[in-house]
């Protein structure tokens, strides 16, 4: 991998958000409201940090009905799977599912 790839994905992870939305994928995809309402903060601020993800090749998207869920994309990047098994598992509340809820309606 070129070190300005390695360098632009250092810049990712170093913000708290996204590291924490990645450890949250981690566990499970998401959508971006069941990410809300675990982060505590607004659905733009989310959104924001999902693109920045996507456009860096660590996260990826699948549309099914009208959620967009995101999962990890970390397969050819095998130096963030121990990364990220190192990082505290996240409180995540189990309750949470956009399918069984109207939190994205």
Known sequence: ME????????????DKMRLTILTLLRERELCVCEIVDIMQTSQPNVS???RKLKAGGLVKEAKRGQWVYYSLAIADKPYLHELLQTLPTP?????ISCEQGDCCD
């Open 3 to 14: 070190i300005e790839k390695m360098a632009d994905i250092c810049k990712l992870l170093g």
């Open 48 to 50: 924001q940090h999902m």
């Open 91 to 95: 409180n995540m509340p189990t309750a």
